[in-house]
Every structure is written in structure tokens, then in C-alpha cells.
């Protein structure tokens, strides 16, 4: 089936300069005497050698009237915080949107809108769990209503993790209960490039300097000088550095720091495609030795997968061999995975190494400080470095507004340096906690073993014995007391501390009523299933082309023998270990059953591992099920 990647790219000018005149770019062309803020003079050069054509706006010295420009915290003769934010991606569009919310002066430099510093192409749909939504509507209520309509509802459905090979639950997620408690949005995902449309059209074209890179700084206690890659100059009262994982405003604060590989390439695709659980599943983590998969539902009929494998960073593939090399990586696992793998097309197949970079104690310096990736780049495995960068922007802007309203009620000029280290500390325990957890999740869906052998080497001959890994058992213990107190404080554990936003449900945020019953009850979650179900007969050469399918008739029921005689409701399986009258499929209550009809050689029904049910009365429990005659 063939895939389609679908973004929503932003056609912004290559450079945009603010409307409210602010800052001003420092150049030959401007006298000295035009703002006392004013005191650099930079060569400025051409940006002929990045391909970009430089359209100038002419600017013109301007007073700001009240009218136009809102005072913060409502005074007015209280001088305006002018913010200058390195980076657009989402943390630093989010946070320029918080800050202007509040009455600030804000302008944001970024180097590619349309990219995401070069990776929004490629990494497709964010997820936006239910305490980055929650944020989102503290600061603009509006906004976050845009996003949550744009967005494809995953935490009303099933999540979690899976045996890679068999396909059977591990672990269940419940996202939406700790949502629903707290009154808060239920998780989401998006697409970046959507996301950041909606966030940059709210922050305004004036703010966004487009075609902008930051790439250095002077921090003069009572303002801050930045220096773009083009030569011209901008200052302001603070410099807030969210420009990704590899961040110059962090590297210019504390000199050259190496990120930290994960240990594993990612591997990451679209496909045109809709699982016959896409109604109960939203997101499944297939878990394996060495190598994960994770498969989520984007909206739109489509999919997102991420393939992850243990190796060495910078690894390349043979011209059009992602997706050969991929099968071969994943063979033998699950229909889900190899599924999304054969309906994705070749150029659809994206690779990238995971870096993070491990938790600091210093965010920042004076009137400078750092923001999301810039500071705490996260694995994506819990899904939560974007959300803990829009957490940020709220903080922040918060902390800011705060120093500003000491500042008019003592009338004392604001401590911008206490306030951004106010908003450091209020951030730096929560952060670095969810970082190790997003450590720790890759660590155990990459060591995940089903049974004793897997890994072993010479003693691998014991996975054939099928005895449970005493890991995987413990493990599942731990999980099960452990992962709905950590979903409660990741999802909900900030949601006291958003001023401003009423502790309410949307009524559009509701679950399926069999929500409950699909977490304690496999069968019920597979009774949900719409696909079509078929018995495979083991044994026979062509079993593959001897596909009995199943029938939802309650009131006919199916009788499986060696020959139908002419009757319809017979199916006839030729072969030599089946009885004239073997065994009869019936329909009842959404589930097919298998009764034995006291046939020569039994009958039993078997997985995708070959591990029999004994159990045949039991509803069939895998997808598609195989029976064994």
C-alpha cells in the first residue's frame, strides 16, 4: 500500500523583522544616537553564501505607544521586559507565546521555521501528553483548543507494551484515568510542522525572525547582546536559548559538551494503513532483545512506527535498503510490525541516531538561561521531551511575570537573574527525573526477554523449552504496582502548579465504556477487534492458501471435517490427522469458540510461537488465530 507523508509547511519570508520595532539590528546604517540600548556596531554581510535572498522591511525609529504595546503587569511606567528567544521550535514558539500572553516584548530567532533546525520533515508526528496540554491552556486557551482539534486522540484507548513476537500484552497503559482525575486534556498526537504552524501564527509574524541563527551572545548584566551568523546584532534584557540538543547559547554558557548516544539508530516511517484494532489500540511498544518497535495511530488513516536497534552511531544503509535491512532486523516478529514495514515505501524509511544529554545542575548564567532540548535533551521513549519543553515555557514565563510584579510593588528594578534562576530550581527535579525514566524505558525494551535462552549464545536452544525469562516476570510484577503511579505523577504531577486554568474535562475527552473491561480482560480487548478472522490448518503444505475464514453467525455454527459432503456450513480440511466430524467453530457474544467433536487426534490451538492453548472452549486468543488439527 502506498505511503504519503503529510505536513503542513509554513511559507514564512526568509527574514521577517518586527513590526513593533523591536529589537533594532545594529548596522552601519543606523546612528549610534537612534536608542540608547544601542551600542555595537557589527559589519553586516550578505547571506549570499546560505542561498537565501534577504528582504529588508525598513524600519523606522518609533516610539511605542501604550495603546500598541501593553505594559507587563499593568504598569505603566514600568519599563517592558524585551525577551530575545534563540530558536523556534516548539519550546521557544511556546514560550515566546506565553511571555507574550503576559505583555512582554519578545522576538524569536530561528534558522529554519520550515524544518525545525532540519529535523521537522523528518520526524513527523509529536505526541502531546495531557500535561503539555494542560500548560498549553493555561497560557492560551485558545491555542491549546486549535491544537486538541488538530490533534488524534490516543490516551481514550489501550497503550502499552507487547511481546514483539508473539504480539501478546505485557503491560497496559491507562493515560486517560490520571487525565480524567485531574480534569486535564487527554494525550494526543500531532504533526510537528501542524503543531508548529499554529504556534508561530499565534506568536505572530513580527516576533518570528525567520532565516535567523544565533550564534553568540554578550550578557552585560543589564542587557544581553546577541550575534547572529550574518553579523547583525539585537539586544534585550534576557536571552532564553532553545535551540535544540545542539544548542550555540548552551555551548557559548558553558563551553562544548558532547551529547550522549543512546546506544541505538532509529529507523522511523508513515504508511497509509489502519490496524483492525485501531478503535481499542492507540499505541503499542513491541518489545524485543537488542531491538524495539513502537506503532501509533496519527489520524488521517495513517500510522507512525519507530524502529529502534542496539549499534554503533553513524551507521549507513546500501541505497534503497532501509526497508531490506529492516525486515531482516524484525524477522520472525509479529504481523503488527511487519505489517507497517511492508506498507511503507522505501523513501518513506527515515534513519536517525538517538542522542540525549545527561541532567546539569546549571541551566544557565546572569541574564541568560536554557530552555527544553537545549538543556534536557530526552530519548523519545516516554514521549515526553516536546512536553517537558512547553512545561518549561509556562514556568518560565511565570517566573518572569512574578519578578516583574515584585518589581512595581517595591518599585525597584526586576531581578532578572533571580527569576530566571527561580524558574532553573523549579524545573531541574522534575526534568531530571522524567530524563531517567525515558533512560530507563529504553533499557528495559531493549533487554526484554521472553524466555530463558534469548540472548545466550550457545544456551539459546533453551528458548525452545518456552520457560518464562525470571526477568519478564519480575519485571511484569513491578510494572504492574509501579506504572500507574508514575503515569499519575507524569501526567498530572504539575497540574496544581497551572495558574490561571479551571480543573475541567472536555466533553469531547471521553473513553470507550468498554475501556475498564479492555484493560482487565485480553479476550474482551480482542472481542473489539474489527477484522476479519481466520484458522490456519498447521500440517498442510499449502496452509497458507487453506485459510478457513470465520463466519459472526450466532446462528449457524461451522463444523470442520475431511470432507463437506455438499453442506455449506461444512468446511473440509483434506488431510490425514483430521476426522470426518472434528471440531465445530460457533459465534457468540463477539468471540469464536472451538469445541473437539471427540475426533482421533485432538484439536488445540496455537499462536505464532507454535505454543498450543489447551484450553479449546476458550475464545480464540491471538490475531490472526491459528488453529491446529
Not at 523556534?88 to 512582554?104: P, S
Not at 524502529?307 to 553513524?314: D, L, S, V
Not at 544503509?317 to 505489517?339: Q, S
Not at 472451538?594 to 490475531?623: H, I, M
Request: hydrophobic residues 35%; glycine residues 10%; negative net charge.
Amino acid at each position: 500500500m502506498a505511503s504519503a507523508l503529510s505536513y503542513n509547511s509554513m511559507n514564512l519570508s526568509a527574514t521577517v523583522f518586527s513590526r513593533t520595532h523591536f529589537p533594532i539590528p545594529i548596522t552601519r546604517d543606523f546612528p549610534v544616537e537612534f536608542s540608547p540600548y544601542i551600542h555595537c556596531d557589527y559589519n553586516l554581510r550578505s547571506r549570499a553564501k546560505t542561498g537565501q535572498k534577504r528582504n529588508l522591511t525598513e524600519v523606522r525609529a518609533t516610539v511605542a505607544t501604550r495603546e500598541n504595546n501593553p505594559v507587563a503587569c499593568n504598569s505603566s511606567d514600568q519599563k517592558k521586559l524585551r525577551i530575545l528567544v534563540a530558536g523556534g521550535g516548539i519550546g521557544g514558539l511556546v514560550f515566546a507565546l506565553a511571555a507574550k500572553k503576559k505583555g512582554f516584548e519578545v522576538v524569536v530567532f530561528e534558522k529554519d521555521l520550515s524544518a525545525v533546525r532540519g529535523e521537522g520533515q523528518y520526524r513527523g508526528p509529536i505526541q502531546i501528553q495531557s500535561n503539555a496540554l494542560a500548560a498549553l491552556e493555561a497560557i492560551d486557551l485558545d491555542v491549546a483548543e486549535e491544537v486538541m482539534r488538530a490533534g488524534c486522540i490516543t490516551g481514550d484507548r489501550i497503550n502499552g507494551l507487547v511481546d514483539g513476537v508473539s504480539g501478546t500484552w505485557y503491560v497496559k497503559f491507562d493515560t486517560f484515568t490520571p487525565a480524567a482525575e485531574r480534569g486535564l486534556p487527554v494525550t494526543r498526537v500531532i504533526s510537528r510542522m501542524l503543531l508548529q504552524q499554529i504556534l508561530a501564527g499565534a506568536v505572530g509574524d513580527d516576533i518570528i525572525f525567520n532565516g535567523s541563527n544565533v550564534v553568540d551572545f554578550q550578557d552585560l548584566g543589564n542587557k544581553v547582546n546577541v550575534v547572529l551568523e550574518n553579523g547583525e546584532c539585537y539586544e534585550g534584557d534576557l536571552l532564553v536559548g532553545a535551540d535544540g540538543i545542539w544548542s550555540k547559547v548552551r555551548k557559548n554558557l558553558f563551553g562544548l559538551e558532547e551529547a550522549v548516544y543512546s546506544g541505538y539508530t532509529c529507523y522511523t516511517g508513515i504508511t497509509d494503513f489502519v490496524p483492525a484494532d485501531i478503535s481499542s489500540v492507540g499505541y503499542r511498544v513491541f518489545l524485543g532483545h537488542k531491538q524495539y518497535f513502537v506503532s501509533s495511530d496519527v489520524g488521517a488513516g495513517k500510522m507512525q512506527w519507530y524502529a529502534f536497534h542496539k549499534e554503533p552511531a553513524g551507521g549507513a544503509d546500501a541505497p534503497n535498503g532501509k526497508k531490506e535491512r529492516l525486515l531482516k532486523i524484525f524477522d520472525g516478529w509479529c504481523d503488527n510490525v511487519i505489517d507497517l514495514l511492508l506498507a511503507t515505501e522505501e523513501d518513506a524509511i527515515l534513519r536517525r541516531d538517538i542522542y540525549d544529554r545527561t541532567p546539569t545542575l546549571s541551566w544557565g548564567k546572569g541574564n541568560v538561561t536554557l530552555l527544553g532540548d537545549s538543556v534536557h535533551a530526552m530519548q523519545p521513549n516516554l514521549g515526553q521531551g516536546g512536553c517537558m519543553a512547553i512545561e518549561d515555557g509556562y514556568q518560565l514565563a511565570l517566573e518572569l511575570e512574578k519578578a516583574m510584579t515584585k518589581s512595581s510593588e517595591l518599585g525597584t528594578p526586576p531581578d532578572i537573574a533571580a527569576s530566571l534562576r527561580s524558574y532553573e530550581t523549579s524545573r531541574k527535579l522534575r526534568v531530571a527525573i522524567i530524563h531517567g525514566m525515558a533512560r530507563m524505558a529504553a533499557i528495559m525494551a531493549s533487554t526484554y526477554k521472553a524466555y530463558l535462552g534469548v540472548g545466550l549464545g550457545p544456551l539459546s536452544f533453551l528458548t525452545k523449552f518456552r520457560i518464562p525469562h525470571p526477568g519478564r516476570v519480575g519485571g511484569r510484577v513491578f510494572i504492574d504496582k509501579a506504572m500507574p503511579l508514575m503515569l499519575s505523577w507524569v501526567l498530572g504531577g504539575n497540574s496544581s502548579k497551572l495558574e490561571g486554568r479551571p480543573p475541567s474535562c472536555r466533553l469531547s475527552d471521553k473513553a470507550d465504556d468498554q475501556l475498564r473491561s479492555w484493560f482487565e480482560d485480553d479476550d474482551a480487548l480482542e472481542r473489539a477487534i474489527d477484522g476479519e478472522w481466520y484458522l490456519i490448518p498447521c500440517g498442510h503444505e499449502n496452509g497458507a492458501s487453506q485459510l478457513i475464514h470465520l463466519k459472526r453467525d450466532e446462528k449457524t455454527p461451522c463444523i470442520i471435517g475431511n470432507t463437506s459432503n455438499g453442506d455449506s456450513s461444512v468446511i473440509s480440511v483434506p488431510l490425514p490427522q483430521v476426522s470426518e466430524n472434528h471440531a465445530s467453530i460457533t459465534y457468540k457474544d463477539g468471540g469464536f469458540y472451538l469445541s473437539d467433536l471427540r475426533s482421533k487426534y485432538g484439536t488445540w490451538l496455537a499462536d505464532n510461537e507454535e505454543k498450543r492453548v489447551p484450553d479449546t472452549s476458550k475464545f480464540c486468543s491471538s490475531f490472526p488465530p491459528l488453529g491446529c488439527y
